[in-house]
């Protein structure tokens, strides 16, 4: 933990859900676009996934005053086959178009089997379990990709070429939620790696790269990320790049535009893919989930390596974290405390929770 | 490189497809079924996955011969929507149903624009992109998935509950092969651990676990693969196995069948899951094949961090391998041409390449 540890307070989510959907709106975005994004990013934060939450709202803030995000979108959807279409975004937030998407790839899957949607115009969509989460409420497998700025160190080479592009799979399941993973494909995120420098830390072997390409442990030097598996990891952001920017017709891998560095008044060019997939063109549903649901339960029965640490199944911490800030509410830092209210001074709305 | 390495010959690849498949049909194995398996094999080997190639002939003839797998199957297709599918295998070969998965897959997609069948009732299929290489033919991108003998560590415990469940993923490209991502979700396989037991020689840390699911570098201690990235190559196996075991109704995990130590009598039962992906529903297909040509010029010409270390797109080697096998043949050892005068032997058919 930071040394920012101590110094926070925690907010109801229902509340800073409204605060944030007050705060858009009196920025000019439509009301279901931030209602989308208000969403996206309390989900974000209720699951524990802080580094694409409502901290993020500062940013995204910038990106509206400065042109960057269009706050009245004008979708077009173009269905191209029983199972496929395309979807241009306009440049609003990627929370907002990605819903957009994927409700449309659900209703593709409701009458074909399955649904696949390409999106693009679009920008950065925070996390991606918030869309594949849509299908499976209606009983359906989801998936999720986007390309993103490049950071993953490409395999023999000395600079990134793809971003930390993330596959995310989510499966409907008896008597809790979803199975859900949601992966980078990088050993570890840019997120982490702050968060060693701020504890002064060493980060695990293979994780990062220095600006020459180097693997390194310290965080002052990590410039950039180094994918799983060596050349797997670099073949799935190539796979996950071949979806979100080759069939949307959107920049690819290094010429993916730059999230923080690049100029707020330019207009991201983001690409993201969904899929819907309807579990009764394959299996009865009740099957279906009863097994998903057992799948789990004997992964979590399985014998420990370490008496103390329980085996899990990808996506149980978020479950977790979100169960205890059902209960407690969603950690806020000094910092983002002090942006909020800042940012309620700005827009005219009470940042009073 | 072990110590059979100096003691090959070289064989042709077209008459070693011939010998295969005529000692299929000597077995009682089907036309259409020996051609699918003796070009699978072929396919895999000239690619240089000798570990899914022609060495796995005697094992293959064991299962026919034990009763494992059904020489003269009877498919059995059920249509379940416009873009979804379900294949009865009917215990046959892995190659010849996968072959029938993804033509109905490539079938749908013709009319649906995109087309993903399930496929149950199977056996081992061998390398996963020799069925999605069909869809790039047909201007599709093609997806691949299967469950296998459970051999990979779970994270947090010390056994294995999933198989190296393959990811693969094909786009065809203008000007040179498709881009073939066929990835297992382990470190390395067990064939290299093979490798090293042979050359007496340490195995990278991170890659093998011992009984005790403690990583080990000793190849003779070698009992576990280990995910690649942590939770992450877990849970991408856990996907594989959702798509393959529980929407074909298929046993899942460690239910999922020995390859090896099972009696072979038994019927595998294995899953596999095919999708094909109609390119011209997103994008124009020359467009999408020149990009693709494009990333992958591109990544190649990428700096290198090594000077006499080029960067290669996944799927290069094999590329490059299957060019110099198309010239030289494909190298067999002492050991399989024995087995293989053998088999040749008790079938009738000579080897006489």
Do not use: W
């Amino acid at each position: 933990m930071g040394k920012i540890a101590h110094d926070f307070i925690l907010l109801d989510a229902g509340r800073i859900t409204e605060y944030i959907k007050k705060v858009l709106e009196q920025a000019g975005v439509r009301e279901d676009v931030s209602c989308h994004v208000s969403e996206g990013l309390v989900q974000a934060s209720m699951r524990g996934i802080d580094s694409h939450g409502i901290r993020l709202l500062p940013h995204y803030l910038k990106g509206v005053e400065g042109g960057r995000i269009n706050q009245k979108p004008d979708y077009k959807f173009e269905k191209t086959s029983a199972s496929t279409g395309k979807l241009d975004g306009d440049h609003t937030f990627g929370h907002a178009a990605g819903v957009e998407g994927m409700n449309k790839a659900i209703e593709l899957a409701t009458e074909a089997g399955t649904g696949h949607v390409a999106v693009y115009n679009s920008s950065h969509f925070g996390a991606a379990a918030f869309f594949a989460l849509l299908a499976a409420k209606r009983d359906m497998i989801g998936m999720c990709f986007t390309n993103a700025t490049p950071h993953v160190l490409t395999t023999g080479s000395n600079r990134a070429f793809f971003g930390n592009n993330p596959v995310c799979f989510v499966a409907p399941c008896d008597g809790e939620e979803p199975f859900c993973l949601d992966m980078a494909t990088s050993a570890i995120t840019f997120n982490r790696v702050m968060q060693h420098k701020e504890s002064n830390s060493q980060i695990s072997t293979d994780s990062v790269a220095d600006a020459n390409g180097n693997p390194t442990t310290d965080p002052e030097k990590a410039k950039y990320l180094l994918p799983i598996g060596d050349y797997k990891g670099y073949g799935l952001s190539m796979m996950v790049d071949v979806f979100c920017s080759l069939l949307s017709g959107m920049p690819c891998g290094n010429d993916v535009s730059e999230m923080y560095s690049g100029e707020m008044s330019k207009r991201r060019y983001l690409g993201h893919f969904f899929t819907a997939l309807r579990i009764d063109c394959f299996e009865e549903v009740s099957v279906f989930k009863q097994r998903m649901a057992g799948m789990m339960k004997a992964l979590r029965s399985e014998p420990r390596r370490d008496m103390d640490i329980p085996v899990q199944v990808p996506g149980d911490p978020e479950k977790k974290i979100a169960e205890i800030r059902t209960k407690e509410g969603i950690p806020v830092s000094k910092q983002l405390q002090d942006d909020f209210i800042q940012i309620g001074k700005n827009y005219k709305v009470n940042f009073n929770l």
